[in-house]
């Protein structure tokens, strides 16, 4: 607009600063809105391509080699690591002492969860104080629940091996006892989870329409058939979600087992010796980064092994009946109904 | 409260319905059951029993960690605390440097949120605001990096941090965290519904550049989002071992890893390392009871969002 305004009337010289400027202004801006979307995003990529994706890569070149913590890189080896790893007893049992205390935590946490949301997705009086009241444990850290419970657990003076003495029973070898050393830390990761899982899935209970339990009320459904054919369709994203996110963690679990036993790394027997346990102990006691690199990585894929089994199901559940379909039986019913007592 | 208005006169309308139902339930069930709006006593029971099992283990540590030792074998554990707490914390205060590791986790902790929350903002305003080439298939990188578990990259780290030198130090445990992916899809999600793009729009009709838009228009939209972010980075900023562990020394810890040298001392007296655990966790209560409400909220609309 300027321009040609300024044009006829400037002089020469004054022309083209009048004819550069706004242009200058314009590609300016020009440059601003489409050069600052990738300014905003760069600092997040180039940091995490540093400090996240870059080691994780590079532990797949660790593990390529034979290297020592102090001695450094020493021969290329290849893939003699993942032979080796594989053919190692102690790996297997880091592998299935994660499984078994994953399940052991998973599947209690999620059902304890479950029916605790449902608890509180009721008509509470006082809501924000039993929110409060099951999300406690999760401000405790987990080096401060790992000392609460070993000595909770403890096989001789334990609060529990205690309390089982005074019922006339056997004390139970928490620490010596595979199954048993798996139910304490299993306990420590429950305790401090489910209550904020709980939250999680109260959560998308709360988004289900309630005139969708008030049909299936009308229809002379109970409490708990609402919660199995209505509540628990309608909330399968949000239980993928939460199943995904505790697989993610359970897999890389290493604080509670590590200070169960503060002396040997993962019990005297490695009757609770983790994956990631075991990594650590490959890495710096024996010293062996070559191949607690090789363990990092196998344990990588199977956490990506995981989470796409995890995906592929959900997915499978979800096109089979979802929710969509409970909500449209309803709804047809609730016409039923509503005709009916308008009749 | 709605929805007991809106419940009731359904509710009324069901038994005006079904006139055989309500009177089929005797009232001593309905009472102990609850009435379709109000639970009754068995919720309110369970729900009592669910806090005792919260709060008894922290208790339990708070009484035996005012008592001694010997408390630990007496077969049922006395109910009250007793007057030895201060005496057992001046025996951790013995055992490590509380205060150092107490400001050294301060500090970490601050330093990593600070960083993950502005960082998080500005990607997450890019990605829910502004139209840019490449914009889908970046954030499906975001997503798709949100379930890699960086934490296995940790040994090349270390190597890292020792060739720098910067192991023992501060640095050290905060770089590796400086972003999350998490964040990132956190803010979007916050940001896609709360900023109107006409109010974008009309900031930069009125000449704002896109910084400025950002400033004076985003940033007081996202302020509650980067609040629940904040929090929950500095929780877990907090609350990480593994990694600290590995790169700081005995002598300049944080807050987790000197408690976890309470355990494994050679002579371990557990009175001294239940009170311990109870002194760590009376800052985050404090926390807790002034921001708990936000830290519910924030973990519901996570769910709900994410």
Do not use: C
Not at chain 1, 43 to 48: A, V
Not at chain 1, 55 to 74: A, E, I, N, R
Not at chain 2, 103 to 108: A, D, V
Request: without cysteine; hydrophobic residues 50%.
């Amino acid at each position: 607009m300027t321009t040609t305004v300024n044009r006829p009337a400037g002089p020469p010289s004054g022309r083209t600063v009048a004819k550069t400027k706004p242009t200058f202004k314009q590609r300016l801006n020009v440059f601003d809105v489409k050069a600052s979307p990738y300014f905003y995003v760069a600092p997040f990529f180039i940091l995490f391509a540093l400090v996240g994706l870059f080691p994780l890569v590079y532990t797949f070149v660790v593990s390529l080699y034979d290297w020592h913590l102090l001695k450094g890189q020493g021969d290329f080896v290849g893939l003699g690591n993942f032979v080796e790893v594989l053919q190692d007893r102690f790996f297997w049992n880091s592998l299935f002492n994660t499984m078994s205390i994953f399940l052991l935590s998973a599947i209690p946490q999620l059902a304890v969860a479950l029916f605790l949301a449902a608890m509180l997705d009721q008509n509470l009086r006082a809501k924000t104080f039993w929110r409060m009241s099951v999300l406690l444990p999760y401000i405790v850290t987990p080096v401060a629940v790992a000392m609460i419970f070993t000595n909770m657990f403890g096989e001789q003076y334990g609060l529990i091996n205690n309390i089982l003495g005074s019922l006339g029973l056997d004390p139970v070898m928490w620490k010596n006892d595979t199954f048993a050393s798996h139910v304490a830390i299993a306990t420590m990761v429950n305790w401090r989870w489910t209550g904020y899982n709980a939250l999680i899935l109260l959560a998308a209970m709360q988004a289900v329409p309630r005139d969708l339990y008030e049909s299936a009320a009308l229809d002379g459904a109970g409490a708990v058939r609402r919660f199995f054919s209505i509540t628990l369709p309608s909330i399968r994203p949000t239980m993928v979600f939460v199943v995904i996110t505790a697989t993610i963690g359970g897999l890389q679990i290493f604080t509670e087992p590590r200070l169960f036993d503060p002396v040997a790394a993962g019990g005297t027997q490695r009757q609770f010796q983790t994956t990631v346990l075991y990594l650590w102990e490959m890495a710096f006691q024996r010293q062996n980064f070559g191949k607690a690199s090789t363990i990092a990585w196998l344990l990588f894929l199977i956490i990506v092994l995981f989470g796409v089994i995890n995906y592929l199901i959900s997915r499978k559940i979800a096109t089979a009946d979802g929710p969509r379909g409970a909500k449209v039986r309803l709804s047809r019913a609730d016409r039923k109904r509503i005709e009916r007592t308008n009749r | 409260m709605s929805v007991t208005d809106r419940t009731r006169p359904r509710a009324a309308a069901a038994e005006a319905a079904v006139p055989a139902r309500p009177a089929a339930r005797t009232p001593l069930r309905q009472r102990f059951l609850g009435s379709g709006t109000r639970p009754g006593f068995l919720s309110y029971g369970l729900l009592i029993a669910f806090l005792v099992s919260s709060a008894y283990p922290l208790w339990w540590s708070a009484v035996i960690g005012s008592r001694s030792n010997e408390t630990l074998g007496e077969t049922w554990p006395p109910l009250l605390p007793g007057g030895n707490f201060w005496k057992n914390v001046g025996e951790v205060f013995d055992t490590i440097p509380f205060w150092l590791a107490l400001g050294n986790s301060l500090l970490i902790s601050s330093i990593i949120t600070l960083s993950v929350v502005s960082f998080s903002t500005l990607a997450g305003y890019a990605f829910a605001k502004l139209r840019f080439r490449g914009r889908n298939g970046l954030m499906l990188m975001v997503i798709a990096t949100m379930a890699i578990p960086t934490q296995l990259g940790i040994i090349p780290l270390f190597m890292v941090m020792r060739t720098l030198g910067w192991t023992g130090e501060i640095g050290a445990v905060v770089v590796p965290t400086l972003v999350t992916a998490f964040g990132v899809f956190f803010m979007r999600q916050y940001l896609v519904d709360v900023i109107p793009d006409e109010l974008i729009e009309s900031a930069r009709m009125d000449g704002a550049s896109m910084i400025s838009t950002f400033w004076h228009v985003a940033i007081p939209a996202a302020r509650p989002g980067m609040a629940i972010l904040g929090l929950f980075t500095f929780m877990t900023a907090w609350t990480d071992f593994l990694w600290p562990l590995l790169v700081l020394d005995a002598g300049n810890p944080t807050l987790q890893t000197a408690l976890s040298q309470l355990q494994s001392a050679r002579y371990v007296d557990y009175s001294v390392v239940l009170a311990g655990a109870v002194l760590a966790t009376l800052p985050l209560l404090v926390l807790f009871a002034l921001a708990g409400k936000q830290l519910i909220s924030g973990i519901m609309q996570g769910a709900v969002k994410g």
